[in-house]
T-cell receptor, first 116, second 112 residues
Framework: DGGITQSPKYLFRKEGQNVTLSCEQN?????MYWYRQDPGQGLRLIYY???????QKGDIAEGYSVSREKKESFPLTVTSAQKNPTAFYLC???????????????FGPGTRLTVL | GENVEQHPSTLSVQEGDSAVIKCTYS??????FPWYKQELGKRPQLIID?????GEKKDQRIAVTLNKTAKHFSLHITETQPEDSAVYFC???????????FGQGTRLTINP
């Protein structure tokens, strides 16, 4: 898990502003994921990407956008359309499933976003 | 799609006792079941996992059991210690699927 970094650790945003959260991995993993976690809640999938230049919406994609221009990078933009963005955001990566059916995910340290 | 239910949502046990967390899944094609531990303010970390071709796996004080017929799997922690206090998440995925499906989490508290 030390191969995944997220920045910044804490982020404050004013209402109406877009912000971008960084996620970088040096594990040579094909797949990358973004989750949102609210206090006392589980992990909700925002977006995921299995390969460069391709990504899919997760369960709560509205108000968020992503890009996957490089294998090691998967930034998340929280737009002004996201009505309640204050949360803990976790990035994760995993190697391609292949034939093993094994999909261990490694998580980054997270970014705590607060809307002022 | 897959749906994973996790129980209980909170669990409090005395230090030294055992703790059991149970998850049920809906898709019989699921074949990989990891468990993650998340300490307060930290990232989730894999603690143990099991594949559908085995019924039980142990790692020191932690074990996971899988019942494919009933479509449920459980995490067992024996001789609990204060550092076991955390939120635990189960998950499931089938071969060829693109994303893990997580349970809602269990907050485990170990009382001294």
């Amino acid at each position: 898990d030390g191969g995944i970094t997220q920045s910044p650790k804490y982020l404050f945003r004013k209402e109406g502003q877009n912000v971008t959260l960084s996620c970088e991995q040096n594990l040579n993993h094909d797949a990358m994921y973004w989750y949102r976690q609210d206090p006392g809640q589980g992990l909700r999938l925002i977006y995921y990407s299995q390969i460069v230049n391709d990504f899919q919406k997760g369960d709560i994609a509205e108000g968020y956008s992503v890009s996957r221009e490089k294998k090691e990078s998967f930034p998340l933009t929280v737009t002004s359309a996201q009505k309640n963005p204050t949360a803990f955001y976790l990035c994760a990566s995993s190697s391609d499933l292949g034939t093993s059916g094994h999909n261990e995910q490694f998580f980054g340290p997270g970014t705590r976003l607060t809307v002022l | 799609g897959e749906n994973v239910e996790q129980h209980p949502s909170t669990l409090s046990v005395q230090e030294g006792d055992s703790a059991v967390i149970k998850c049920t899944y809906s898709d019989s094609a699921s074949n990989y079941f990891p468990w993650y531990k998340q300490e307060l303010g930290k990232r989730p970390q894999l603690i143990i996992d099991i594949r559908s071709n085995v019924g039980e796996k142990k790692d020191q004080r932690i074990a996971v059991t899988l019942n494919k017929t009933a479509k449920h799997f459980s995490l067992h922690i024996t001789e609990t210690q204060p550092e076991d206090s955390a939120v635990y998440f189960c998950a499931a995925i089938q071969s060829g699927a693109q994303k893990l499906v997580f349970g809602q989490g269990t907050r485990l508290t170990i009382n001294p």
